[in-house]
C-alpha cells in the first residue's frame, strides 16, 4: 500500500506489481481539458477524472465508476467493472475543449464552474505547487488538504477528490507531494518530511481569503494515512479524514500482507512459521538499503524454495519481490526501494496526541492492499481511551473503497463501495458519525468530549 507498481519487462517487475513508487502517465493535453465536474440534463452532476495517458474515468455520486477508452470516432466507450472495454455499456462524447459539453448516452450536459487557484508554497528548500479547488459560487462549508498515496504521479493531475467533493460544497486544496508534478525536490516516503509539507500546505491555504472563518482538515488517503495525522500533530486543525489508511507499521503491513495470501493459498501454522522468518529478513535487507541480510535471505530461499507455500508465492509489499526474484536479478528491486522510508514507524503515539482532533478513518474489508483488521482493533481500542476517532468499514470493499464484484476472485464492482462520498462529505461538514452509509459498519466515538 504504501508503494506502487512499476512497470519493467523481468521477473522482478512481475513480482514488483504491488510494490515500487509508480509514474502513471497524465492525461494528454487533449484528454486533460475534458478533466472535472458536468451535471448532466436530468440534474445529475459527473466527475471526469484522468486514467492514464490515454483514456479517462467518470464517477457519479453514488459510487459508480468506469474508465473511459478512446474509440476511432473521437468518443470515448466503457464497459462493465472497473476497468473493462466491452461489452461496450456506456459511450460519452464530449465538445471541443472550449465548448466544456459532454454528451453521456442520451443526456447532454455543461461543465460545472468551480472555481480553481493555482498556489505555490515553500516547505523547508523545496517549492510546491497545488490547486484550491472551491464549490460552484466559491464559499465552501469546510476545506481540506489532501494527502495523495504513494505513487509518484501528479495529484494535481491525476486525482479526483478535488473535482468530486466541491459538489457538495467542500472546498480541496490538492497539491503534488515533492519530486512529483510540478514540485521541486526528491520523492520519499518519509513520513516527517511528507508531513511538514503538508502542514506547509495547511498554511498557505489558512493565509488565504477564502478560508477565513472555515472549517480546515487534513485528508490523507492510502500512504497519506501516515501523514496527515504527523501533519496534525505539527500544525492543529479542524479534523483529520484517513481513507483506506492504516494504524499498524509499514513492516507490519508487508507482514499482514504476507499472512493474507497464506491464508487465501489454504497454508497453515507450519508455512507462516517459516514465512515470518523471511519476512524479519527481508525488512532487514529493505531497511538496510541491501546492505544487510542478502546472504540470510539467500539460505532461506535455497532451504524453503521447494515447499508448496513458497512456491506459491508470498504476499507483502517487498517480501513479495525479494524472495520471488533470482539474487542476479535484484537490480530493479533495489532500484524500486530506494527511497526514504521508516519500516517501524507506529502511528500509535501520534494518534493519541492528536485525540482530541474529530477524526474519521474509512476502511476497507477486503483491502488487499492495506490489510485493515488489526488497524480496526487499534483504533478501537484508542476509541475507548477518550480518542475523538469515528470509524466506518465497508465490508465488501477492497483498496480505494472500490466494492468487489466477487470476493473469491478479487474482481473489483465498477463502483466504489456505495455511500462512501456521501459519507466523506457528510462528516466532513458535520464531524459526527450518526447515520447509516450504504453497507457501512459504522463506530462512531466512544468520548463526548
Not at 523545496?126 to 459560487?137: A, D, K, M, R
Not at 501520534?350 to 483488521?373: K, M
Amino acid at each position: 500500500m504504501f508503494l506502487k507498481p512499476l512497470a519493467l519487462n523481468s521477473l522482478a517487475a512481475f513480482a514488483l506489481a504491488a510494490l515500487a513508487p509508480s509514474v502513471t502517465q497524465a492525461a494528454t493535453p487533449s484528454l486533460a481539458c475534458h478533466i472535472g465536474a458536468y451535471r448532466l440534463s436530468d440534474g445529475v452532476p459527473v466527475v471526469i477524472s484522468s486514467s492514464g495517458e490515454d483514456a479517462l474515468r467518470y464517477r457519479f455520486l453514488d459510487g459508480r465508476s468506469g474508465r473511459l477508452f478512446p474509440a476511432a470516432d473521437g468518443s470515448f466507450e466503457s464497459g462493465p467493472g472497473w476497468s473493462s472495454r466491452t461489452p461496450v455499456q456506456l459511450r460519452v462524447r464530449f465538445g471541443d475543449c472550449k465548448a466544456g459539453t459532454i454528451r453521456l448516452d442520451a443526456r447532454e450536459g455543461h461543465r460545472i464552474v468551480q472555481p480553481v487557484t493555482p498556489i505555490r508554497f515553500h516547505s523547508g528548500t523545496e517549492e510546491l505547487y497545488g490547486e484550491l479547488h472551491l464549490p460552484e459560487g466559491g464559499k465552501p462549508k469546510a476545506i481540506v488538504v489532501l494527502q495523495y498515496g504513494s505513487g509518484r504521479e501528479s495529484a494535481v493531475a491525476n486525482n479526483f477528490v478535488q473535482h468530486l467533493l466541491p459538489l457538495k460544497g467542500i472546498g480541496v486544496f490538492v497539491f503534488d507531494k515533492r519530486g512529483t508534478g510540478r514540485s521541486t525536490g526528491g520523492y520519499t516516503a518519509d513520513f516527517k518530511v511528507l508531513a511538514a509539507d503538508m502542514s506547509a500546505a495547511l498554511q498557505a491555504i489558512r493565509a488565504r481569503p477564502e478560508a477565513a472563518r472555515t472549517p480546515i482538515g487534513l485528508m490523507g488517503e492510502s500512504q497519506g494515512g501516515w501523514v496527515a495525522p504527523l501533519a496534525a500533530e505539527l500544525s492543529p486543525v479542524d479534523f483529520v479524514v484517513v481513507s483506506y489508511g492504516l494504524a499498524i507499521a509499514p513492516s507490519e503491513e508487508d507482514h499482514q500482507e504476507m499472512l493474507q495470501v497464506l491464508k487465501a493459498n489454504g497454508f497453515g501454522p507450519d508455512a507462516v512459521a517459516k514465512a515470518e522468518a523471511i519476512q524479519k529478513v527481508t525488512s532487514q535487507v529493505f531497511d538496510s538499503g541491501f546492505v544487510h541480510g542478502l546472504d540470510e535471505l539467500e539460505r532461506l530461499k535455497a532451504l524453503y524454495g521447494g515447499e508448496p507455500w513458497f512456491k506459491a508465492g508470498l504476499g507483502g509489499d517487498y517480501t513479495g519481490p525479494l524472495t520471488a526474484t533470482p539474487a542476479d536479478q535484484l537490480g530493479p528491486v533495489r532500484e524500486a526501494l530506494n527511497f526514504a522510508i521508516d519500516l517501524n514507524y507506529d502511528p500509535a503515539p501520534t494518534l493519541r496526541a492528536t485525540g482530541d482532533t474529530p477524526s474519521l478513518w474509512v476502511l476497507a474489508g477486503l483491502d488487499t492492499e492495506a490489510p485493515s483488521a488489526t488497524s480496526l482493533e487499534i483504533l478501537r481500542r484508542l476509541q475507548a481511551e477518550g480518542a475523538l476517532i469515528d470509524i466506518a468499514v465497508f465490508p465488501n470493499a477492497d483498496h480505494g473503497i472500490i466494492e468487489v464484484a466477487d470476493p473469491k476472485s478479487g474482481d473489483l464492482a465498477g463502483t466504489h463501495a456505495p455511500g462512501y462520498f456521501d459519507l466523506l462529505s457528510d462528516w466532513i461538514v458535520h464531524r459526527r458519525l450518526d447515520q447509516p452509509f450504504g453497507e457501512a459498519v459504522n463506530y462512531p466515538r466512544t468520548s463526548r468530549r
